[in-house]
C-alpha cells in the first residue's frame, strides 16, 4: 500500500496569500496518477486535480498541481474566502487506492 | 445531472450487519465502475471498496476484506455494500462514488453522494 503523508497539517493564511500544500509518497506512483479534493465541514469532497496537474472541470485557475513520483504539490495561487477548507491527495497509481490524512487551510 | 443518493445508514451494535444502498441517476449506471469510500468523524478520507462497470470485478481495503461485500444491480441503477461484522472503527460517513471515465477506469472522482452516516456502538 502506497501511503500519502500531507504537510502541513494546518496552514494559516489571510486571503490572498498563496498557499502550497505538500503530498509525500512511500513509492513512486506510477504515471503521476495522484488527484487532489478540497472538503469542506459536511460536504462531499470536490475534485480539483487529476494527473497530478489536470484541473477538473469548473476548477479555476488559481489551483494548480505538480511534482511527479514520491513528491506532489497543490499551490493556491491566491486565496479566496471560499478556498478555506480541508485538501486531500489521493494516488490511483496502484489497486489500492489511498489518500493523504489532509492539510487543513484556515484563515489567519 | 448526476444524482447519487445513498440509504440505509445508522446505529448498530459491534458485530452486527447493515446494508448500505446508492441509487444512480442522471447517467447510464452499467458503463461506470463504482466505490465506497468512507470517512470516520473528524478524520480522513478512506478507500473501502469498488465494482467493475459489470459487477465481474471487486476491490476490498485490507482493513473490511472478508467482511464487507460490494454488489451492483445494473438494472435497477443501484450500488450496495453490505457488511458485516462490524466493529467501532467501522464508524464513519460512507460515501457511494461514481468513477470518473466510462470507458475502463480513470480512479479518481468526480461525483460523490452526500453520504451516509454508520455508527457501530453499544
Known amino acids: 500500500e502506497i501511503v500519502l503523508t500531507q504537510s502541513p497539517g494546518t496552514l494559516s493564511l489571510s486571503p490572498g496569500e498563496r498557499a502550497t500544500l505538500s503530498c509525500r509518497a512511500s513509492q513512486s506512483v506510477s504515471s503521476s496518477s495522484l488527484a487532489w479534493y478540497q472538503q469542506k465541514p459536511g460536504q462531499a469532497p470536490r475534485l480539483l486535480i487529476y494527473g497530478a496537474s489536470s484541473r477538473a472541470t469548473g476548477i479555476p485557475d488559481r489551483f494548480s498541481g505538480s511534482g511527479s513520483g514520491t513528491d506532489f504539490t497543490l499551490t493556491i495561487s491566491r486565496l479566496e474566502p471560499e478556498d478555506f477548507a480541508v485538501y486531500y491527495c489521493q494516488q490511483y497509481g496502484s489497486s489500492q487506492l489511498t489518500f493523504g490524512g489532509g492539510t487543513k487551510v484556515e484563515i489567519k | 445531472e448526476v444524482q447519487l443518493v445513498e440509504s440505509g445508514g445508522g446505529l448498530v451494535q459491534p458485530g452486527g450487519s447493515l446494508r448500505l444502498s446508492c441509487s444512480a441517476s442522471g447517467f447510464t449506471f452499467s458503463n461506470y465502475a463504482m466505490y465506497w469510500v468512507r470517512q470516520a468523524p473528524g478524520k480522513g478520507l478512506e478507500y473501502v471498496s469498488a465494482?467493475?462497470?459489470?459487477?465481474?470485478?471487486?476491490y476490498y481495503a485490507d482493513s473490511v476484506k472478508g467482511r464487507f461485500t460490494i454488489s451492483r444491480d445494473n438494472s435497477k441503477n443501484t450500488l450496495y455494500l453490505q457488511m458485516s461484522s462490524l466493529r467501532a472503527e467501522d464508524t464513519a460517513v460512507y460515501y457511494c462514488?461514481?468513477?470518473?471515465?466510462?470507458?475502463?477506469?480513470?480512479?479518481?472522482?468526480?461525483?460523490w453522494g452526500q453520504g451516509t452516516l454508520v455508527t457501530v456502538s453499544s
Open positions: 462514488v461514481k468513477d470518473s471515465c466510462s470507458i475502463g477506469s480513470c480512479y479518481y472522482f468526480v461525483y
Open positions: 465494482i467493475s462497470s459489470n459487477g465481474g470485478s471487486t
